[in-house]
């Protein structure tokens, strides 16, 4: 089990990263997920060894790794474009750990072609990473550092150069091949879709700070705040009245949200339009999606929010609807 | 496009091939009949088989030494976050504009019985010749190497050590492998350097150790033997071209694979693994060090004491004196020689960058380019002694005769800087991204305009550190200079050689103080240079 405990990296005297702590179990895969310059990427390579720790510490299965050189502590890191060796071949590549271990060339040979397969691309040995696709070459990246079989794979924003449809299908892939291999996995990303599809459990850094930890679905159903609601995607964030008006034409108790300054995190379709909905208001923005219609509507005494409607549903700006609520869509916020 | 190229080109015909060619024709004619064989009959000889031998040898050992104390002083010097590390730069790259006159006297003082390593006994044998060579080249792999190696993206190589290897395999198969192009370049151009030594071993190895270059001298100035001339410099010309083209594949291959990653600075704390490099470092500066420091004690020693006598005496000229003019005077010459011969190779450079870093449309137009961008790069290689007994030679008679134009000397000297200027403008212009003067187009910008803010903001700076780059060769060019000064207009490298050709500890008291000061202009050029932060100056 990696063990992070109170880890700070400075940059110039100012923090990087911030006492942060976690525990990831054996065979399961934590997102850190922030924006960029959260210092997400400092945490990865401070883990890694590739970070003087101002302060704190990181063990594995209960031993302190600060005087374990990077190449000693059985980790393995994938960056975002995959950083392949030009002048080898994927084989070349692939077997890369394989020969440091100086594994006999037929055992090493059959590993290389069975982690191809692993990762879809059979037969591919040969090429030179020149020759291959972004996402190809991400693939191969993964595959060599899953030759090291590491207790710890790292993995840095591994989708984000990719381009959006790749991305969805790769993530998918990735959870796969993880879970496959039974390997622990710490991914950094600032995109909480690749993060929903790859990882069993979430970390949410802000400023240098872990502000919120569980399993994605935790995460997901409690947001801590509004900060973190709008970076998992919840499209509106309302407070005091019109939390309350909300929640209430949603047939919750206006209770829940009495006490002041709490809020409520609405995605998109939370709100939806329904012939006989509670809520009433005016369309202030109407754009067609392949899946819905994505509206902005005025309603009196909550303000602008978002909402969804059917795509064939004859809504144009300046209409009146009615909306209904989605409870299931929400998430009360403690602050 | 291709039009802008005829001005440098015709300049190059003229005052490059014509002289180059007329000199090897002179050998391999004899009364209007074409006897090369004849010519070639000097390849035979044994003593050709010794300079022959000794300048392949002597300059493979010295770019192995170079490479082995380099690589290591440029890894410390660029990757590793140590204090004074740009003036420590700046130190490094000296030695490459040093006049090699200044070079060749500053060992011989260190090495002399008398001097401060004489014991080793080192005085006139070809080790001190080779130490010379690598002191020279340093600076060259320092600053070919170090530009890549300063941006080489370091998440490769941490990437394999995450995946189980150790620092030393880390620099094995992945860091070498990444620097091999820009190694190969930087040793081809430190070997080519090496072998076509002049100035160096005129003064360190005297008749007794001779390369190519100071034999084709010998063979023209002391015995008259110009076919055995013409033929080594045709050899020295074939050597040198398919050099050159193996350094110029090296560099194609370079800029193709480079993935660098962002400006910003990736040097790293020091590491207790990096001693071993910090030792070569340390050892690498000794040797820049000791000559300077060896040459200045030497030159302010008066007798048993110590005084600037030998300074003073350089604004006078005594009665005894084998100069015709003060030192001082040559000082002046030097210098307005070298302001017009920059100015010539920073007009003809500019010319040819513009040309040569355009993309060309379609194969043709692309190989044209490619073939002006290597020709251009010739006057590095080929002889400078042979070029300037060529301008003796060929421009003598009218149309063109220069022998009397006081423009000859910075003539010669403008087509051996002309090389290094464009490989410094080059490559800056190469940088600046094709869209961006296309966007300046579509937003209504003249091609003039075009010009005026894409490319002159970026290459402003460039192109003055080139401009002193310019000065610096020419200041310290004596191949071509030896057989072009005139007595009473002479240049301070043929002054200090004059001076130490000659008995006595004066002269060679004032050979040193020239030498120092000379060196001194050169290395406050180089200050300015360093000081518009502007890398690939030297970058071959």
Known sequence: ?335 | MIALATIPVATLLVFFVLPVGGMVTRGLWVEGSFEPLGALEVLTRSRTHRVLWFTVWSAAAATLITLVLGLPLTFVLYRLRLPGRQPLRALVMVPFVMPTVVVGVAFRTLLAPSGPLGALGLDGTPTAIVAAMVFFNLAVVVRTVGGLWEHLDPRREQAAAALGASPWQVLRTVTLPALAPAVVSAASVVFLFCATAFGVVLTLGGLRYATVETEIYLLTTQFLDLRAAAALSLLQLVVVTGLLAAAHLGRSRREQSLDRSSARSVARQLRRSDLPALAASLLALLLVLAPVAALVVGSLKVGDGWGFDHYRALGSRREDSPLLVPVSEALVNSWKVAVDAALLAMVLGCLVSVVVSRTGRGRRERRTLAVLDGVFMLPLGVSAVTLGFGFLITLDRPPLDLRSSPLLVPIAQAMVALPLVVRTVTPVLRSIDPRQRQAAAALGASPLRVLGTVDLPTVWRPLLAATGFALAVSLGEFGATSFLSRAEQPTMPVVIYQLIGHPGADNYGMALAASVVLALLTALLMAVVERLRFGSVGAF
């Not at chain 1, 302190?64 to 084989?91: C, K, N, Y």
């Open chain 1, 1 to 335: 089990m990696l063990s992070v405990r109170d880890l700070s990296v400075h940059f110039d005297g100012h923090p990087a990263v911030d006492g942060v702590s976690f525990d990831l179990p054996v065979g399961e895969v934590l997102a850190v997920l922030g924006p960029s310059g959260c210092g997400k990427s400092t945490l990865l390579r401070a883990v890694a060894g590739l970070e003087p720790l101002a302060s704190g510490r990181v063990a594995y299965d209960g031993q302190d790794l600060a005087r374990v050189p990077t190449h000693r502590r059985g980790f393995a890191l994938m960056f975002q474009e995959g950083q392949l060796f030009w002048h080898q071949s994927v084989a070349g590549n692939v077997g890369y750990p394989l020969r440091l271990r100086r594994t006999p060339r037929p055992a090493a040979g059959r590993r290389v072609a069975e982690l191809l397969e692993l990762v879809g691309l059979p037969g591919y040995g040969d090429r030179s990473p020149a020759t291959l696709s972004g996402g190809e070459r991400q693939r191969v990246a993964l595959a060599r550092s899953l030759a090291a079989e590491p207790r710890l794979l790292l993995l840095d924003e591994p989708l984000s150069a990719l381009d959006r449809e790749l991305r969805e299908r790769l993530a998918a892939d990735l959870r796969r091949i993880l879970v496959t291999s039974e390997t622990t996995a710490l991914l950094v990303t600032h995109d909480q879709e690749e993060a929903f599809a790859v990882a069993d459990r979430m970390a949410v850094m802000r400023s240098a700070r872990v502000v919120q930890e569980g399993t994605v679905d935790e995460v997901w159903r409690a947001p801590v705040d509004s900060e973190v609601a709008g970076f998992l995607g919840y499209a509106t964030v309302l407070r005091g009245r019109p939390a309350e008006q909300v929640l209430a034409a949603g047939g919750t108790a206006a209770r829940s949200v009495e006490v002041p300054g709490r809020a409520v995190a609405l995605r998109r379709s939370a709100l939806s339009r329904s012939s006989d909905g509670p809520l009433r208001g005016r369309v202030l923005a109407a754009r067609v999606t392949p899946e819905q219609l994505r509206l902005v509507v005025d309603l009196p005494g909550i303000g602008e929010v978002h909402a969804v409607a059917d795509p064939d549903a004859a809504v144009e700006v300046g209409h009146e609807i009615r909306l209904s609520v989605d409870l299931g869509r929400t998430a009360v916020l403690p602050s």
